[in-house]
C-alpha cells in the first residue's frame, strides 16, 4: 500500500512540474478567460467599423424608408445619383464599401441589388436584405389594404404550452436549463476522457519506452502501480480541471453574466451535480484503467496513438449517441444503451439529469459499471503485467493474449 | 541459506527458454551466469525476481519463494538499461531507493557516497538524457544497490563500458560481496565471470551445459594446460604418453596434458635435453572446459 502512494505521489509531482503541462493549462486558462469575454472582445475590434453604402434608388421611394430602419450603428447610406457603372468603379477605388441598387418589380415591389468588392462578409448585406424584407411587406400589405392591426393578427405566433404530467417531471423551463447542464457536463466528461486518456497511456508507454518499467516492476507490484499511475493522473487531470474550472467561473462571473444565466447553473438541483461527480469519476476510472493497458501494450511512444485508437473512437461514439440523446432522452435506444457499461457514465448521467429514471434502473447500470470497472481491471493487470515486459511490433489483440500469456506459468 | 533454482522449465508457447534448470548460489558467493544471447539468462533472472512465473519447478530465497514483500532485499540491474530520462539523477535515485523501502533520509547520504565513488558528484541534478551512456549505466548500477540489497541480481554489467569503467564496477562489486551480498550475474564475457565468480553455470538454449563450483570444475576437469619456454627438440613431446593436445610457440610449447603426473614425467624428461627458461602448469580456462563439454568454440 505504501508503495501504492509512492507511485501516486511521484506520478502527480513530476507531471505537475513538468514545463509542457504548465505551459499548456496557462494558455488554456487564457483561452476560457478569452472565451468567457468573447462578446467584449468581438466589440472591441469591431465597434468603429462602420460600412459606407452607396445606395442608388431608382424607385424614388423607397430610400427615405431604408434610412430610417436601417442599424445606424454599423452602416451608414448615403444616396448618390451617379450612374451605375460609375458608382461601381468607385467601390472598385475603396470609396464606398458597397454599393445598393434599389429598383421595381413589374408588381410594383422593391428589388434590389448589393455590389462590393468581396462579399464574404454577410453582415452588411443581410442587414439590408432584413430591412428590405420588412418594407416589402408593409408594401405588399398597404396594396392589398390591410390595416396595421390585421397586420398585428397575420403576424402573432400560436401561443403553445408544454406541460409535463408526470409529478417529478421538470417543467419545461427547467429542463431547457438541465438540458444546456447535462450538455456541458457530457461535453466535459468526453473532453476529459480523451485528454487524460491519453496523457494515461503515453505517461506508461513512456516508462516502457525508456526501459524504466522493469526496474519498477521488479520493486513494486504491476497493480499497485497500475493504479498509482491511474489515480496520479487522475489527481493531475482534477487539478488542472480545477484551475480550469475556476478560471472560467471567476471569468463567467465577471463578465459573461449572461452566458452564465443561459447555461441555467443557478437553479440546478443538487442531485444532478451528485450524480455528475460519481459518473464523472466511474467513467474516468473505466477508460482509465482501458487506456492504460494499451499503453502497456506498446513499446514506443509514437505507437500510443494507434494503440488507444479503439478506446477513443469508443468515447466518441459515447458522445455521439449521448448528444444525439439530449432531444430523444427516452427513447429506446437511449435506454437501452445506457446499461451498456461503456456508454453508462454519459447515458445514464444525461437520463437521470433530463427525465425520472426508476432508482432500480439507474442501480442496475451502477452494477454493471462496477462489475466492468472490476472484470477491466482483473484483465488489465494480467495485461499490463506481461505488458511492460514485452518489447516489439504491434498487434494489439495478438499483443494481448502474449501478455497475458507471459503472466501464467 | 541460500538461492535455490529446483527443476525449473520456462515455456513460452512452443519454444522453451530454460529447460529443466537445476542451480544453487550459496550465500554470499558470486554466480556467474553464462550464455550467448537467447540462452535464458534474462528469462532465468526473470523468474528469479516473480517477474515471470515458472512453467514448472520452484525458486527459493532463503527457503521461501520470492514476491513483493521481499522486494527491499533484492536489487535488479536489468539488461536493458531504462531511466526517467527527464528526471534528474538524485531525484530519481530517490523515487527508486524509496521503492525499494528506503526511507527519504538514509538515501541521500547513500546517494552520494556511490555518485562520490563513480566520480560523477557533479551530476546529481542533471537530467539523466544529459548524460553519457557510461555515467547513465553508473546510476543504473546505483539504483540497484543503493538499499543494500542481500540478493544482487546483474544482467550484463560491464556491457558498453570502457576498460575504466569496467575496473571502476568490478570494484563496487567485490565490495559488495565482501559486505556478504549474494550476487548472481550474466554475462558473454567469459573472462569477466572467470574473473569474478566462485560459481558457474553455462547455459546453451535453456539448459545448463557446465555447473557448479569454478574450482571444483577446474579441478575434476583434469586437464590443464602446461607452458614451456626454452631452446631445445620440443618436437619429440608431441608423443609424450599424456600429452593431449600440441601447440609450438614462438618461443617454445604449449601441451594439454591428461594430468599433473605428467607435467612432473615431462619436467624429468626435458631436464637434461632442454634449456628451459619457463615452465608453467596452469589451470584450464572456462574457455576449455567449455569447447570440451560443447565441441565447439564458444561463440
Same mark, same amino acid.
Given at each position: 500500500?505504501?508503495?501504492?502512494?509512492?507511485?501516486?505521489?511521484?506520478?502527480?509531482?513530476?507531471?505537475?512540474?513538468?514545463?509542457?503541462?504548465?505551459?499548456?493549462?496557462?494558455?488554456?486558462?487564457?483561452?476560457?478567460?478569452?472565451?468567457?469575454?468573447?462578446?467584449?472582445?468581438?466589440?472591441?475590434?469591431?465597434?468603429?467599423?462602420?460600412?459606407?453604402?452607396?445606395?442608388?434608388? @431608382? =424607385?424614388?421611394?423607397?430610400?427615405?424608408?431604408?434610412?430610417?430602419?436601417?442599424?445606424?450603428?454599423?452602416?451608414? /447610406?448615403?444616396?448618390?445619383?451617379?450612374?451605375?457603372?460609375?458608382?461601381?468603379?468607385?467601390?472598385?477605388?475603396?470609396?464606398?464599401?458597397?454599393?445598393?441598387?434599389?429598383?421595381?418589380?413589374?408588381?410594383?415591389?422593391?428589388?434590389?441589388?448589393?455590389?462590393?468588392?468581396?462579399?464574404?462578409?454577410?453582415?452588411?448585406?443581410?442587414?439590408?436584405?432584413?430591412?428590405?424584407?420588412? /418594407?416589402?411587406?408593409?408594401?405588399?400589405?398597404?396594396?392589398?389594404? #390591410? =390595416? !396595421? !392591426?390585421?397586420?398585428?393578427?397575420?403576424?402573432?405566433?400560436?401561443?403553445?404550452?408544454?406541460?409535463?404530467?408526470?409529478?417529478?417531471?421538470? =417543467?419545461?423551463?427547467? *429542463?431547457?436549463?438541465? @438540458?444546456?447542464?447535462?450538455?456541458? #457536463?457530457?461535453?466535459?466528461?468526453?473532453?476529459?476522457? *480523451?485528454?487524460?486518456?491519453?496523457?494515461?497511456? =503515453?505517461?506508461?508507454?513512456?516508462?516502457?519506452?525508456?526501459?524504466?518499467?522493469?526496474?519498477?516492476?521488479?520493486?513494486?507490484?504491476?497493480?499497485?502501480?497500475?493504479?498509482?499511475?491511474?489515480?496520479?493522473?487522475? #489527481?493531475?487531470?482534477?487539478? +488542472?480541471?480545477?484551475?480550469?474550472?475556476?478560471?472560467?467561473?471567476?471569468?463567467?462571473?465577471?463578465?459573461? +453574466?449572461?452566458?452564465?444565466?443561459?447555461?441555467?447553473?443557478?437553479?440546478?438541483?443538487?442531485?444532478?451535480?451528485?450524480?455528475?461527480?460519481?459518473?464523472?469519476? #466511474?467513467?474516468?476510472?473505466?477508460?482509465?484503467?482501458?487506456?492504460?493497458?494499451?499503453?502497456?501494450?506498446?513499446?514506443?511512444?509514437?505507437?500510443?496513438?494507434?494503440?488507444?485508437?479503439?478506446?477513443?473512437?469508443?468515447?466518441?461514439?459515447?458522445?455521439?449517441?449521448?448528444?444525439?440523446?439530449?432531444?430523444?432522452?427516452?427513447?429506446?435506444?437511449?435506454?437501452?444503451?445506457?446499461?451498456?457499461?461503456?456508454?453508462?457514465?454519459?447515458?445514464?448521467?444525461?437520463?437521470?439529469? /433530463?427525465?425520472?429514471?426508476?432508482?432500480?434502473?439507474?442501480?442496475?447500470?451502477?452494477?454493471?459499471?462496477?462489475?466492468?470497472?472490476?472484470?477491466?481491471?482483473?484483465?488489465?493487470?494480467?495485461?499490463?503485467?506481461?505488458?511492460?515486459?514485452?518489447?516489439?511490433?504491434?498487434?494489439?489483440?495478438?499483443?494481448?493474449?502474449?501478455?497475458?500469456?507471459?503472466?501464467?506459468? | 541459506?541460500?538461492?535455490?533454482?529446483?527443476?525449473?522449465?520456462?515455456?513460452?508457447?512452443?519454444?522453451?527458454?530454460?529447460?529443466?534448470?537445476?542451480?544453487?548460489?550459496?550465500?554470499?558467493?558470486?554466480?556467474?551466469?553464462?550464455?550467448?544471447?537467447?540462452?535464458?539468462?534474462?528469462?532465468?533472472?526473470?523468474?528469479?525476481?516473480?517477474?515471470?512465473?515458472?512453467? !514448472?519447478?520452484?525458486?527459493?530465497?532463503?527457503?521461501?519463494?520470492?514476491?513483493?514483500?521481499?522486494?527491499?532485499?533484492?536489487?535488479? *540491474?536489468?539488461?536493458?538499461?531504462?531511466?526517467?530520462?527527464?528526471?534528474k539523477v538524485q531525484e530519481q535515485l530517490l523515487y527508486l531507493g524509496r521503492?525499494?523501502?528506503m526511507k527519504k533520509a538514509d538515501i541521500v547520504p547513500e546517494i552520494n557516497r556511490w555518485l562520490e @565513488?563513480?566520480?560523477?558528484r557533479?551530476?546529481a541534478n542533471?537530467?539523466?538524457?544529459?548524460?553519457?551512456?557510461?555515467?547513465?549505466?553508473?546510476?543504473?548500477?546505483i539504483?540497484?544497490?543503493l538499499h543494500?540489497?542481500?540478493?544482487?541480481?546483474?544482467?550484463?554489467?560491464?556491457?558498453?563500458?570502457?576498460?575504466?569503467?569496467?575496473?571502476?564496477?568490478?570494484?563496487?562489486?567485490?565490495?559488495?560481496?565482501?559486505?556478504?551480498?549474494?550476487?548472481?550475474?550474466?554475462?558473454?564475457?567469459?573472462?569477466?565471470?572467470?574473473?569474478?565468480?566462485?560459481?558457474?553455470?553455462?547455459?546453451?538454449?535453456? +539448459?545448463?551445459?557446465?555447473?557448479?563450483?569454478?574450482?571444483? /570444475?577446474?579441478?575434476?576437469?583434469?586437464?590443464?594446460?602446461?607452458?614451456?619456454?626454452? !631452446?631445445?627438440?620440443?618436437?619429440?613431446?608431441?608423443?609424450?604418453?599424456?600429452?593431449?593436445?600440441?601447440?609450438?610457440?614462438?618461443?617454445?610449447?604449449?601441451?594439454?596434458?591428461?594430468?599433473?603426473?605428467?607435467? +612432473?614425467?615431462?619436467?624429468?624428461?626435458?631436464?637434461?635435453?632442454?634449456?628451459?627458461?619457463?615452465?608453467?602448469?596452469?589451470?584450464?580456462?572456462?574457455?576449455?572446459?567449455?569447447?570440451?563439454?560443447?565441441?565447439?568454440?564458444?561463440?
Amino acid at each position: 500500500m505504501n508503495k501504492f502512494w509512492l507511485v501516486l505521489g511521484h506520478t502527480y509531482v513530476t507531471k505537475l512540474k513538468a514545463k509542457a503541462f504548465l505551459i499548456t493549462t496557462a494558455i488554456t486558462c487564457l483561452l476560457i478567460i478569452g472565451l468567457a469575454n468573447i462578446k467584449t472582445i468581438i466589440e472591441f475590434f469591431t465597434s468603429d467599423e462602420q460600412e459606407h453604402v452607396a445606395v442608388i434608388d @431608382r =424607385t424614388e421611394s423607397l430610400y427615405k424608408a431604408l434610412e430610417k430602419q436601417v442599424n445606424r450603428e454599423e452602416i451608414t /447610406l448615403t444616396k448618390i445619383t451617379d450612374m451605375e457603372d460609375e458608382a461601381k468603379r468607385a467601390v472598385k477605388e475603396g470609396e464606398w464599401d458597397g454599393l445598393l441598387i434599389l429598383s421595381m418589380d413589374a408588381e410594383g415591389l422593391p428589388e434590389a441589388a448589393y455590389y462590393a468588392n468581396t462579399i464574404a462578409d454577410n453582415r452588411t448585406p443581410e442587414e439590408l436584405e432584413r430591412v428590405l424584407n420588412e /418594407l416589402k411587406t408593409a408594401l405588399s400589405a398597404a396594396k392589398i389594404g #390591410l =390595416t !396595421e !392591426e390585421q397586420m398585428a393578427v397575420l403576424y402573432q405566433p400560436v401561443p403553445f404550452q408544454k406541460v409535463a404530467l408526470e409529478e417529478n417531471a421538470k =417543467t419545461e423551463e427547467e *429542463l431547457n436549463q438541465a @438540458r444546456s447542464l447535462v450538455y456541458v #457536463l457530457l461535453f466535459a466528461m468526453y473532453m476529459f476522457v *480523451l485528454m487524460y486518456g491519453g496523457m494515461m497511456a =503515453t505517461e506508461v508507454a513512456t516508462e516502457k519506452s525508456s526501459r524504466v518499467m522493469e526496474i519498477l516492476v521488479s520493486s513494486v507490484s504491476p497493480v499497485q502501480h497500475l493504479f498509482g499511475k491511474i489515480i496520479g493522473v487522475a #489527481l493531475v487531470s482534477l487539478t +488542472q480541471f480545477f484551475v480550469f474550472f475556476a478560471v472560467g467561473f471567476t471569468a463567467l462571473k465577471m463578465n459573461g +453574466q449572461e452566458l452564465w444565466r443561459f447555461l441555467g447553473f443557478d437553479n440546478v438541483s443538487m442531485s444532478i451535480w451528485v450524480y455528475a461527480l460519481i459518473f464523472f469519476l #466511474l467513467g474516468y476510472l473505466l477508460y482509465a484503467v482501458l487506456f492504460a493497458v494499451l499503453g502497456s501494450l506498446v513499446s514506443r511512444v509514437e505507437d500510443v496513438q494507434s494503440a488507444i485508437t479503439p478506446a477513443m473512437i469508443l468515447v466518441i461514439v459515447a458522445f455521439m449517441i449521448a448528444m444525439s440523446g439530449l432531444n430523444m432522452p427516452e427513447s429506446a435506444f437511449i435506454i437501452g444503451a445506457s446499461f451498456i457499461p461503456f456508454f453508462t457514465p454519459m447515458l445514464m448521467f444525461l437520463r437521470v439529469g /433530463l427525465v425520472s429514471v426508476p432508482m432500480w434502473e439507474v442501480a442496475l447500470s451502477f452494477a454493471l459499471l462496477l462489475a466492468t470497472i472490476a472484470v477491466l481491471i482483473y484483465i488489465g493487470a494480467k495485461v499490463y503485467r506481461g505488458g511492460v515486459l514485452m518489447y516489439g511490433r504491434m498487434n494489439i489483440f495478438k499483443d494481448m493474449k502474449q501478455a497475458v500469456q507471459l503472466t501464467k506459468k | 541459506m541460500s538461492l535455490e533454482i529446483i527443476d525449473v522449465t520456462k515455456r513460452f508457447g512452443q519454444t522453451t527458454a530454460v529447460d529443466h534448470l537445476t542451480l544453487t548460489v550459496p550465500e554470499g558467493k558470486m554466480f556467474g551466469l553464462l550464455g550467448a544471447n537467447g540462452a535464458g539468462k534474462t528469462t532465468t533472472f526473470r523468474m528469479i525476481l516473480g517477474l515471470l512465473l515458472p512453467t !514448472e519447478g520452484t525458486i527459493r530465497w532463503q527457503g521461501e519463494s520470492i514476491d513483493y514483500s521481499k522486494s527491499h532485499l533484492i536489487g535488479y *540491474l536489468p539488461e536493458e538499461r531504462g531511466l526517467y530520462p527527464k528526471l534528474k539523477v538524485q531525484e530519481q535515485l530517490l523515487y527508486l531507493g524509496r521503492l525499494r523501502g528506503m526511507k527519504k533520509a538514509d538515501i541521500v547520504p547513500e546517494i552520494n557516497r556511490w555518485l562520490e @565513488r563513480f566520480h560523477i558528484r557533479d551530476y546529481a541534478n542533471k537530467r539523466v538524457e544529459e548524460l553519457s551512456k557510461g555515467n547513465q549505466q553508473k546510476i543504473q548500477f546505483i539504483a540497484a544497490v543503493l538499499h543494500r540489497p542481500n540478493l544482487l541480481i546483474l544482467d550484463e554489467p560491464f556491457s558498453g563500458l570502457d576498460p575504466v569503467n569496467v575496473e571502476l564496477l568490478k570494484e563496487a562489486v567485490l565490495d559488495l560481496k565482501r559486505n556478504g551480498t549474494t550476487i548472481v550475474f550474466s554475462s558473454h564475457r567469459m573472462e569477466h565471470v572467470e574473473e569474478l565468480c566462485e560459481h558457474v553455470c553455462i547455459l546453451r538454449s535453456g +539448459q545448463a551445459i557446465v555447473s557448479g563450483a569454478l574450482r571444483e /570444475l577446474k579441478r575434476s576437469f583434469g586437464r590443464k594446460n602446461l607452458l614451456i619456454r626454452g !631452446e631445445g627438440a620440443f618436437e619429440e613431446l608431441k608423443d609424450f604418453p599424456g600429452v593431449l593436445r600440441y601447440n609450438q610457440t614462438a618461443e617454445g610449447v604449449r601441451l594439454q596434458i591428461a594430468n599433473e603426473e605428467t607435467a +612432473q614425467a615431462i619436467f624429468r624428461h626435458i631436464a637434461d635435453r632442454v634449456t628451459v627458461r619457463l615452465f608453467a602448469l596452469e589451470e584450464p580456462s572456462l574457455h576449455d572446459i567449455f569447447i570440451e563439454k560443447v565441441g565447439a568454440a564458444y561463440e
